[in-house]
């Protein structure tokens, strides 16, 4: 059996993310792949359990810990999901994956690159995704479309209540990023119209069935 592929999806909050896995699934599912979708930080009890301690809003914590259990969770992650179900011929989708943390915990919170490469190879040594989609939006358009998504005020998370130039530092750093590893990351211009922005991921996906 041959392994699956491991696909990341990437953007700041409001880059429309979800939307696209449950699109990418199904059609990834018409043509005959076993999926497993997951997102970071979470996936398995116990990163789901710090997801709940990393997303809320009331804990404050140093961003090195924030770091630290990102890259925890994601260790639990790779162990308990990911990897057996890519030995297994599955294809795992996940919302986010090591990106997240260069552009959140490095661009976002000033954390040096060297630290997050050291953690990086700590944790996942040289497994990297078959294939990154960055959605790219501005930070005014993300914060749009979390404001419109009308689940009240209540469930704004630690990440989603930080200022504007906050995610113009993440997207900056995504950016850099996917023109660092432009063989991997591809960059989806997210304000474009579902149509133009579906038609585009079926060509990519089809590179590496
Ligand atoms: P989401 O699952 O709703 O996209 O939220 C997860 C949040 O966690 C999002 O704001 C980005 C943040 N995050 C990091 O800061 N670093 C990481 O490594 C990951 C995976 C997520």
């Given at each position: 059996m041959s392994p699956g592929k491991f696909i990341t999806l990437e953007g700041i909050d409001g880059a429309g993310k979800s939307t696209h896995l449950l699109w990418l699934e199904n059609l990834l599912e018409g043509m005959g792949k076993s999926i497993v979708a997951t997102h970071e930080p979470g996936g398995t009890l116990l990163g789901e359990r710090l997801r709940s301690i990393l997303l809320d809003s009331r804990q404050t914590m140093h961003p090195e810990t924030e770091a630290l259990l990102m890259f925890a969770a994601r260790r639990e992650h790779l162990d308990k999901l990911i990897l057996p179900a890519l030995t297994k011929g599955e294809w795992v989708i996940s919302d986010r994956f090591t990106d997240a943390s260069f552009a959140y915990q490095g661009g976002g919170r000033g954390l040096s690159e060297d630290k997050l490469d050291g953690l990086e190879h700590w944790v996942q040594g040289e497994f990297q995704p078959d294939l990154t989609f960055y959605f790219d939006v501005t930070s005014e358009l993300g914060r749009k479309r979390l404001n419109n998504r009308?689940?009240?005020?209540?469930?704004?998370d630690r990440f989603e209540k930080e200022e504007g130039e906050f995610f113009d530092r993440v997207r900056k750093s995504y950016l850099k990023r996917a023109r660092k590893f432009s063989h991997r990351i591809h960059i989806i211009d997210?304000?474009?119209?579902l149509e133009s922005i579906r038609l585009k991921l079926k060509d990519i996906i089809l590179t590496i069935c």
């Open positions: 009308g689940d009240g005020v209540e469930s704004v997210s304000s474009q119209s």
